[in-house]
């Protein structure tokens, strides 16, 4: 079931035995339709330190019946070292996160078949099951789509608090709050500056999944003045960084997706 489908699995031997195991459960389970796997087991790049991502799509009415096997399910599987259940979002999966000897982390994520929809997140995933054609029907039609595009709504809001986090962060540097300082550097980093640099270079979403590779020098050179050590100067500075940072690339993504300006944010 797995041979020819995941060539990348012959690298990993204790994964690729591990997601056998996974697929020999689920495979003569009518309640689960689809079985996808995604990140670098699908595309091609598993090493030692992959994760295992499973989505097991499932029938709405049996959803919580296969969830609560959940704990069951991991055991078949292999022997747990640890485990826990993430929390969902509405419409995704709810995943159930569990660490076999190896270490190897095994993500089963658990989505009711009515939630299954044509997603960026879908490209380059296999189907290793698909009961009646529509897992496979959604992963190919969700190869068409391309990366989320902005709005002006979206970057009205992202713009409000972008400056809000700069005040925040500035007073934590004012007071000698350092460490909450550096917290909020990060944050700013995390939520407003690499999701511009996304839009920017029209690629999807990933936060900082392999940054490295994606940007150019003078990219990382712009990132990397944003980073700094627990000292103030060092800290101001870098939040001045982040203020240049994020005009440049609000500048480019109004540009680039035609947005000729930010609309006015709805009062609170």
């Known amino acids: 079931m797995i041979d020819g489908r995941l060539p990348s699995l012959d690298r990993p031997p204790q994964h690729r035995e591990l997601l056998g195991r996974a697929l020999a459960w689920f495979r003569d389970d009518v309640r ?14 598993t090493d030692f330190y992959s994760d295992v991502d499973l989505y097991v799509v499932v029938r709405d009415g049996a959803f919580e019946d296969v969830f609560a096997e959940r704990a069951s399910i ?102 000698g709050e350092l ?12 939520l407003a500056l690499v999701p511009l640099l996304d839009w920017a270079l029209e690629r999807p979403h990933e936060g900082y999944r392999r940054l490295e590779q994606k940007t150019d020098p003078e990219e990382a050179s712009g990132l990397l003045a944003t980073v700094a050590p627990v000292r103030a100067q060092a800290l101001y500075a870098a939040l001045r960084a ?25 009062r609170c």
């Not at 689960?32 to 790049?45: I, N």
């Not at 240049?244 to 709805?266: C, D, H, M, Q, W």
Request: charged fraction near 25%; include cysteine.
């Open 32 to 45: 689960a339709v689809g079985l996808v796997v995604g990140g670098s087991l699908a595309h091609g790049e």
């Open 74 to 175: 991991a055991e078949a599987v292999g022997s747990p070292l640890f485990c826990f259940t993430v929390d969902p979002v509405p419409r995704g999966s709810t995943d159930y996160i569990v660490v076999y000897e190896g270490p190897i982390k095994f993500d089963f994520m658990y989505l009711k078949e009515s939630d299954l929809e044509p997603h960026p997140k879908w490209v380059g995933c296999v189907a290793l099951k698909d009961t009646d054609g529509r897992v496979g029907a959604v992963v190919a039609r969700s190869e068409a789509l391309g990366p989320p595009r902005p709005s002006a709504e979206g970057l009205s809001e992202l713009n409000q608090k972008f400056w809000t986090w700069c005040w925040y962060a500035f007073g934590k540097i004012e007071r």
């Open 179 to 190: 460490w909450e300082a550096l917290d909020g550097l990060h944050s700013i980093r995390s």
């Open 242 to 266: 982040e203020v240049e940072l994020f005009r440049k690339l609000r500048a480019t993504v109004l540009n680039r997706y035609g947005l000729t300006s930010i609309r006015r944010p709805r």
